[in-house]
């Protein structure tokens, strides 16, 4: 009886969508306006002025029903964007330019208003980054410099991740007003330093026009997917990247990871995981030494960075395990993944904060931390961690992936992988 009702709802629904006249694409234009959130006070509040200004244009592809994916997710709007905004103060940020890609997801559709979610994500393009050189020669602390400096975005390439909630007023068929908000942010992954990252909350309103207007003189050609779902998946993917610890270091250090993955799809368009992470990170190189009486200092050879106390510059000291669980959307061959983890093997958590973990040393002392304590983001990374993914299957058993491993809101590094999956 189930299959019976699924079959006839899914057959009425693509002849109403046959009867309906069809908007193929539309070109839209919006204002915004933002606020730049000041999670680093140090850094972001003493050169922010103001909020972001700025504006976007942007071209949208409307999907027609003809593919199992386009139905699965109500009918979606593709787009590819170009966002311009001047970040408060011209004379130090400069402007950010951000050509980035995006799907439009109806959560509501009537005759007069769409509530719809929006994800995108691309690259941006500082125009005034941080003078590295004028801030290495520069003596004072990076607290007293920092109305100077753009200690925000510290090279002209970042990439951008975006989402929201935004409102489609129909006011007729060719006219549409836009009303939304939304979240975005530019970071470079740690490619760069500094890399303290741009985050914007923000709300745009604009005007979407669609020149073109169709009428379906013919029923749509819908895949209808009567088979039974594929429920569960297995991968394993590995990756590599690299990242700069200190905006006054010259060394990139080597990272990797390994995951392995179980998966179970829920419905079409979700699917929830468990796996296993193995992490190696070549910055966690020799940050400390001892002088002539055996106490233990700081040694700058490596890095500058003064986060992780490490006597030792071993390989079991870049390596870290976890467990994580996995959220992700299935839109086609394309999946938009978040997950959270937790570290079981972390010798870096007793290396973390600095002073204490020297401190403790000199006492011939250790901090021995359990799985899960109290920290400080801003000191340590934790006993937890973020991955935002981007996963695209290319055959039946290759995928390929990029994806943002962090500790909250602070990107370790930025994963390009490949892997199987079956």
């Not at 970071?187 to 005007?207: E, K």
């Not at 250090?253 to 193995?278: K, P």
Request: net charge positive; hydrophobic share 40%; glycine share 10%.
């Amino acid at each position: 009886m189930q299959k019976i009702f699924t079959l006839i709802l899914t057959m009425f629904t693509v002849t109403a969508f046959a009867a309906e006249e069809f908007i193929p694409y539309s070109i839209k234009a919006e204002a915004v306006v933002g606020y730049i959130y000041p999670h680093d006070k140090d850094v972001v509040s003493p050169i922010v002025k103001g909020p972001a200004i700025g504006g976007q244009i942007a071209f949208e592809w409307h999907t027609d029903g003809s593919r199992q994916w386009h139905l699965d997710f109500n009918r979606p709007t593709v787009g590819v964007a170009l966002q311009v905004l001047d970040l408060s103060n011209p004379q130090k940020l400069g402007q950010m330019i951000a050509p980035y890609v995006y799907i439009n997801i109806p959560m509501v559709r009537s005759r007069v208003v769409d509530f719809n979610f929006m994800a995108g994500a691309g690259f941006g393009f500082c125009t005034k980054p941080c003078d590295v050189e004028g801030a290495r020669k520069d003596p004072r602390s990076i607290k007293e410099k920092a109305a100077d400096y753009n200690f925000i975005i510290g090279s002209p390439f970042s990439f951008n991740l975006q989402a929201g909630l935004n409102l489609d007023f129909h006011v007729s068929q060719e006219v549409t007003l836009t009303l939304g908000v939304g979240y975005n942010h530019f970071s470079n992954g740690s490619l760069f330093q500094p890399n303290t990252g741009l985050n914007i909350f923000q709300g745009q309103v604009g005007v979407k026009y669609s020149p073109v207007i169709r009428k379906r003189t013919e029923p749509m050609k819908a895949v209808i997917d009567t088979t039974k779902l594929k429920r569960w998946y297995g991968e394993v993917i590995v990756s590599g990247g690299a990242k700069t610890l200190y905006y006054k270091d010259t060394k990139y250090f080597g990272c990797a990871s390994l995951n392995v993955g179980g998966y179970y799809r829920t419905c079409r368009q979700h699917r929830i995981g468990l796996g296993v992470d193995l992490f190696y990170d070549g910055a966690f190189t020799t940050t400390a030494k001892q002088d002539g009486s055996g106490k233990w200092v700081k040694d700058n050879t490596n890095t500058y960075f003064g986060k992780t106390f490490t006597t030792e510059d071993k390989f079991t000291n870049k390596l870290r395990v976890g467990i994580d669980i996995t959220n992700e959307l299935m839109i086609g061959n394309f999946l938009l993944g978040f997950g959270v983890g937790v570290y079981l093997y972390d010798p870096v958590k007793n290396m973390e904060p600095y002073a204490k973990a020297q401190e403790a040393a000199n006492n011939g002392k250790s901090l021995n931390k359990g799985i899960f304590y109290a920290y400080d983001p801003d000191k340590e990374d934790g006993w937890n961690y973020f991955r935002l993914s981007f996963k695209y299957y290319i055959t039946k058993h290759l995928l390929a992936q990029i994806a943002f491993k962090t500790h909250l809101q602070k990107v370790e590094f930025v994963e390009f992988g490949v892997g199987t999956w079956f």
